[in-house]
């Protein structure tokens, strides 16, 4: 968009910013609005926003109808219709999960109490610099980690330390899922046991460490409470994650279901890989 | 779920109560400050300003033209619901803790509490006359009953008792047109926080300081059900549709909130099954205790309001209404 000519020269940066506009809508109905503006840092930005309008038809007491046409007073008066961002905000998406049996969310609290009182005694030693923190954590991972694979390697053999055996195949550099390594079912402690100090990163490794099963070839119709149902049977499961299309939301056709224990996912793979569901075959693996 | 967070109070919230249809959510706080909201996404209709002190306790009548509202500025204040306009004050000696509309409109508890000197007090004002008519300042009864301190009360079935819930964890039934102590019984070991009737007034809840929720029944005070957690409880109420069951919360005393994080806290509504008293799940998301809960009427959608200040209206999603339980 131009600037306008009467408009003075201080106007005339804001004016750049924001041009041209993108919008149309797809099929499923939804509408993309492309934009360009420039930010703070005086960097062009794109920005896409998709958003998808359904009107909902709902049935109200002739009241409720009466009180929605309310002017608004107090602090809000004469604030439009349509709820205020400085007071009302979307919080992030909480899952409540229902459960028939009341102990599991104490259980997993006191197992990882458990481990984690096992863990106080334990010295954990880095693979690359033998400091006390977590191979992952190293300050010289990127220097010392990569050409020294071969070094670590025999290093760690060497110090028979408490950190997890590394595959005895000679490709060292070959990355492999932590629960594939010889010792995960007994050894998958060490770095899983964290404690309180970061969250964030002790959740994710601990997600990561988990025996994980890979299930392909599921009907469209599938939600995760259907896998959860399936694999329930084999034992107690710590996250179930359905790709789902971002547009349609409906499965994309696998699913990923982490176990706490590496023997009941093995079960479930043996038992349900090749098995019918949805009058389609199941195809169950080791997640990669 | 996604919950919708309502920002509209600057200190920790101290009730909140859905009107009879659910559609308004109304929330007051230590900050002065009614707030009434839209509950279906959100919006905020309009604040209700009168207050000089923190407000305590609010109720709204069945028709949603009144709002009655109990502050610590030993007021307590009658409201039209849809201009905020103040159309009563009652002044009293001590604040006041705990105001509820009986059930056919006609008559507004009020429970002030005691303090340098004077005693607590249980007071019913008539207020037939709406939002056009004259209230008097004095009330149709009032009683100075004996015993601990009063902490919460609501009318029963067809407003015959009030229920009032004491500092040393006892019910007691109480005539409402005598003011005589009915019965009484010691059901918590610690101070009572909440009385949330069942839609019927057969039955009630009470969450109490001692870790537990108890079901209780109006008529007899016997205990029906016992929920126990590992953290005092600030809040409790029962689901009326849908599921059975009764959602409570609390968590660390406000004062110790500082020295813990908020995972060890313990702020979540605990989801417990109203019959077989098992626990079925958990809502996270405040930052601090919870001070106090409420359900809509339809079932469909929660409120919880936090010492954090925040208002959390919960819409539940599908796969909560399908749930089984299995035993």
Known sequence: MPAPKNASWADEVEYEGEDQVETWTD?????????????????????????????????????????KKWAKFGKERGNKPGPDPATTTVGENIKL??????????????????????????????????????????????????????????????AKAAAEPEPSSGTGSKYIAPHLRGGAGAGSGPSSGVGGSKMGDSAREKRDEQP??????????????????????????????????????????FAFVSFTMREDAQRALEAVDGRGYDNLILHVEWAK | MRPILLQGHERSLTQIKYNREGDLLFSVSKDHVVNAWFSHNGERLGTYEGHIGAVWTVDVNSTSTLLASGSADNTAKLWDVSNGKCIKSWEFNTAVRRVAFSEDDKNLLIITEPRMGFPATVQIFNVEGGLEGEHSNEPEMIVHPEGPKITVAAWGALNKYIVAGRENGSVALIDAKTGDVVSSNTVHEATLTDLQM??????????????????????????????STDTPLNSAAIMPKHQEFVVIGGGQEAMDVTRTSARQGKFECRFWHKILEEEVGRVRGHFGPINTIAIHPDGRSFASGGEDGYVRVHHFDDDFFTFKFQI
Do not use: W
Request: aromatic residues 6%; hydrophobic residues 30%.
């Open chain 2, 198 to 227: 069942s839609t019927d007034r057969t039955y009630f809840i009470t969450s109490s300081k001692d870790k537990t929720a108890k079901l209780i029944e109006t008529a007899t005070l016997r205990e029906l059900k016992s929920f």
């Open chain 1, 27 to 67: 099929a499923n109905g939804i509408t993309t609005t492309i934009e360009y503006r420039i930010n703070e840092d005086g960097k062009k930005v794109k920005v896409t926003r998709r958003t998808q309008k359904k009107l909902i038809h709902d049935r109200v007491n002739k009241s409720v109808a009466a009180r």
């Open chain 1, 212 to 253: 994980t099963l890979r299930v392909t070839n599921l009907s469209e119709d599938v939600t995760e409470p259907d896998v959860y149902e399936l694999f329930n049977r084999f034992g107690h499961i710590s996250r179930v994650f359905l790709a789902r299309d971002r547009e349609t939301n409906v499965c994309k056709g």
């Open chain 1, 97 to 158: 999960k229902l459960s028939s049996t009341g102990q599991v969310v104490q259980d997993v609290d006191e197992k990882h109490e458990e481990m984690k009182a096992q863990l106080q005694n334990k010295k954990i030693a880095c693979r690359i610099c033998k400091g006390d923190h977590f191979t992952s954590k190293c300050p010289y991972k990127d220097s010392l980690g990569m050409e020294d694979a071969a070094a670590t390697n025999a290093a760690a053999a060497e």
